[in-house]
């Protein structure tokens, strides 16, 4: 089934600068889609390093495994990702495929085993043949390039509607660092660690530990404050590659280099656009809505509260109705279990005030309330009046797309 | 907008009988429906005492609050409920509506205003009122019956597509003791401490305390283990009235007596038969879900990824669409956070085996398991493999129907 562009999605792509130190070829291996490609192979110059955050999921995939273990060794020179079968659940055979496929990698990019990073995207249950990548991943190698990222960006999407690009440069001792990432998620998306897959490149020297404590920080406030159905899959994988190749640079070695603040700050900028785009791919959306809460008793007691409304089947049905419910908000925060007390809760549709104090606002107006709710993009806003606790959550709203998309046969 | 009655709707109602000291009426009051019933009164004789569990939502409703407060007293005289508007997050509007309505209700059955148990249910925020309650209440007090219960079953409703009603009798000591419900719910449905409504009623003679401790009990496998939409009510409200009209028979008053459990196991029957019923009205459901967790390390463990099953949107969606797409449930699974092992797991839809030991079934068929995801009624099988820790919760699908319903203006 194909689905219709998101309404959401950005009118126009970024055009994503070469990094130095990072090729990559696209394939079609027939994985389960047909004309169109599924494999990305990324090959990084020697002493590329690596950072990444992975799924929390009990039940996660044979790659992530297999990327949680070589992750301590810091160094990549290489990143497979198919779409089209996630290898989750897939037992020894999952394993073995995942050894096989880092193989058949090795070999064709001439590194080793443990420099190579995979991911896989699609339907979970289903055994992954990695033999289909013996002779794609050695055409691939030979047919390597800088650009245009629209090709990787394209062959990781699943039910996306559209490819998820970022980039931003900052300036560093005088030196123009480049950051680009591509990333793919649209449904099962309440990360826990990450979204369902993100890569991120950069050809900033910076050393492993450094780039993991920068992208964990600000993994926090892009993808994991995203959230469309609440449910977290068991492939989230976002991972960082450093080729260290921008020239006249020193290495940042140490978080106390003040430069570690600017580079994770152009970093965070990279990964909140990909988030973002998440959202905005958000299966059957046609809203995209933040939702800050503040005055809580503590920032994880906002987050609960923000995510309880964001993830709310009731507040989501309503803004897809453009009804400006509000006494679906504090049905929300009541049930959060977080301390509230209904008679300082505040809420606000945008600049719109529709409860304070216990009650409807004494101007409340539900014409203007409900012209608002008429809009692409909207903010929800509470406040507890109890503290300082504050957070914000991205999401969208829950339409019959939603139900078309998941509720068609093993989509 | 009216919805079709849900297609899981009992085939046929129960017929309840009068219970000794228990009368009602029902009115047109206008509240916001038209053309139907929206008031209940029900007066108790003299004597009887009542129990009842109520939303742990931190933003409850007005009628919540005075429940809670009068509850400790254990004594009832009436029951006033009405539909249409929940009297919730009204502030100081709401709480004077609730007093003053306990004051025309005890002014119309001749009681005190701490005898009179108040319940409302609808639209959040918008004042109530009371007023309109005057003339209703005292009319209603003179027009009192004792049969037939389909008429208060109809009066308590909203969105639900049929009334409910449930009724057990138990012989105790040679009589025959009576017991009997109605509920109401749809949506907004992950009861906390009770459902959104209901009411039970008995003959039984029996101490205030015990009634509480077996209705707190046997509401824990009804009400709290059911789920539609994971969103829980400001007003969820379950009261148990027992007038001790039956005769020759002595009261219970310790939880000691042996008659406690024989009586407790029908009150339970009663209570479960309603809940199954506010499943089977679930917001836009077209099939009854019984989710079943095995093998956890602890009965709170399994109830954790029974409700994270039970509430997945892509579960749920994958029901609707009668796809046996058991790799959502891993997800689901691994999302709770709870142990498991991926290795150890087995997942069965009905009698059939999809997924064991890590992996899909060896001898799985995709054919007998979409045939079996066609019916009505499926039940979902999840052994974790690490203790003796089950839990069942029961839910519906997510579909079309629900975001009619929800998306559409102020439902």
Known sequence: MVHPVSPLAPKSYPDLPEIGG??????????????????LL???????????????????????????????????????????????FTGIKGRESVALTAQIA?????????????????????????????????????ALVASPWMEPAKAIM?????????????????????????????????????????????DMPIAAPVLQTLLAKHNQTSFNAITVDSDTSTSDTLLAFATGKAQGIDAIVSLDDP?????GAALGDVLFDL??????????????VSVTVTGATSDKSADTIARAIADSPLVKTAIAGED?????????????????????????????VVARAGERSPDYSEEAASAYMKGEEL?????????????????CDLTHGYIDINGSYRS
């Open 259 to 263: 430069r570690a603040e600017t580079f």
């Open 158 to 202: 699943t039910t996306d509607t559209f490819p998820k690009l970022a980039t931003a440069s900052v300036e560093i001792d005088g030196v123009e660092i480049q950051i680009s990432g591509i990333a793919k998620g649209s449904g099962m998306i309440a990360p826990d660690m990450a979204t369902m897959l993100s890569f991120v490149f950069t």
């Open 106 to 142: 090795a070999k064709a990019v001439g590194c080793r085993e443990d420099e190579v990073f995979l991911a896989s995207t699609g339907v979970i249950g289903e055994p992954l043949d990695a033999r289909k990548f013996e002779g794609v991943l050695d055409r691939l190698a030979g």
């Open 42 to 88: 990324a090959v990084f110059d020697p002493e590329t390093v690596v950072a990444g955050v992975l799924t929390r999921s009990k039940c996660p995939s044979a790659a992530i495994e297999w990327c949680r273990d070589k992750l301590a060794g810091g160094k990549a020179r290489a990143l497979v990702v198919n779409s089209g079968n996630a290898n989750a």
């Open 379 to 395: 903010e929800i806003s509470v406040d507890l009046g109890l503290g300082d606790g504050t957070a914000t959550i991205y999401t």
């Open 275 to 288: 988030a973002m785009q998440v959202v905005r791919d958000g299966e059957g959306a046609t809203k995209f």
């Open 324 to 352: 400006a419910n509000w006494g679906r908000i504090v049905m929300a925060v009541g049930k959060a279990g977080e301390p509230a007390d209904r008679d300082k809760l505040r809420i606000a549709f945008g600049d719109i």
């Open 22 to 39: 990072v090729r990559f070829a696209t394939a079609e291996a027939g994985i389960r889609y047909k004309g169109r490609t599924d494999v």
